[in-house]
């Protein structure tokens, strides 16, 4: 959610009932923090702030976290024994977002609260393994202790109450938010998520870090470099630098990673959160009701 | 299901309460003919053949389904147009197997009775967008009139209450049934699945048709290969011919094409299909006075 989830979004996402997530992973610390401080005015809700461990001053990003009182983080892509102890310690909750059952058991070890489990289906950064959310969140579930946050794929009411049908306790949604009024994405790329059909995102790149992408010109670039047999340099100088704030922030939908999930495919139209949440919440309860008939 | 679903495993299927099918792609037109008499007499109840619309003898094949009085037939990988309407004159139910939106209406205009939408966890052939079922059940349930049957990661009661909550009419499992005693898989494949885990299994084989299968050293010659960037002719050449046969009915689990969902993961020991079944429906009713407890 770099890019999209920032402190309009991740309050609003609180004030209706979630929690709101933002997204650290672009951002330079000090502009986290302004997001941080903007977000405690906005609501006295809990929220988060989700934070990818690759995170070049990662020291700074926790350091910051620390100082304002975030109670929640969300860590992603990298080692969960690096940092859980230290925030758990401060008496911070640690969730870690994994993508197989091995690195579940890992962040379990490493002593998270819970671990959000991302289905191959999921938009942006994922696993190798490219297990997908049906079969993920059953696999992980028969195998850990802690409570499982299913994503990937979740964009309505069904989606959420068949993920805990599968077994997770709870849900993650994306994409669904990415294309929200309150989402900071350009409006070009928003737009562009109402327009992806089944078929039009791919996982690629996954040489250096799997992403899943909507299939545009910067997409083809790639699948034309991979035709050459590349090498990893190649690779990374074709992606150069900040492909996804060109695409998802900046509304460069040519040149731009445009990261979201192949459940964008039932996504048509912009909405409030509020909206999109009582959307949710009628539909699951709805969906409840339909099991409820089921002979 | 070729080389797994001969006449003990479908009439097993039939006789406990499902729709068993036979999978006629493994099957010479008088070896079929043999499955469909023994299937009739081992039940009273309905039953299906599969064909794939690229078997080479596919008239003979038709013409058996039509003399030995098969009611219900399900098609998939080829053009839904070429066989409906001459199954439909003859009074035979079609169901077509599809991966995507776009085939799945194609399939609805070609006038099938119901669609099989197989997700991207499915074992064995697949489609090339890479869809997985949590996203592909509602999408084409969005834009579809006919029953909709969910396929690909189903192997549980859970399972089944999910895909319906997501827009699914029913479902179809494959891979919980190949590790069954009636299964006609080698007990070598049989005893392979249950070792499967999360990551075991990949979509592979993309430039000829995709393909889902174990991990093993087959599949390692295949990555081999790609390395050295082949033509299409060197990859047919190393994939030869009845690789599937070797490895599912022969038991080569070196040399085999290991055809299997990602769902195997959570399958762990062999089972009569009669005890997969009271399985299914204890724990898809479990499921549902699950949904009826959630507040």
Redesign the interface.
Known sequence: MIWVSGWKLASAVSNAGGLGLIGAGSMYPEVLREHIQKCKKATNKPFGVNVPMLYPEIDKIMDIILEEGVEIVFTSAGNPKTWTSWLKEKGITVVHVVS???FALKAEAAGVDAIVCE???AGGHNG?????????I??VE?ELNIPIIAA???A?G??M???????ANGVQIGSRFAATLESSAHQNFKQSILKV???DT??TLKELAPVRLIKNEFYHQIEALYQQ?PTIDEIKTLLGRARAKKGIFEGDLVNGELEI???A??IDEIKSVKIVFEELIHEFNA??A???R?S
Do not use: C, N, Y
Not at 128 to 136: A, D
Not at 161 to 167: D, K, Q, T
């Open positions: 197989s059952v091995k289905g191959f289906e190798r393994e490219e297990t997908t959310t049906f079969t993920l059953p696999m028969k990937g794929g979740i309505t069904k989606g109450l068949a993920a805990m049908i599968l077994g059909k089944d078929g791919k996982l047999q999930g192949q459940i495919g039932i969906s409840k339909f099991v409820h089921l």
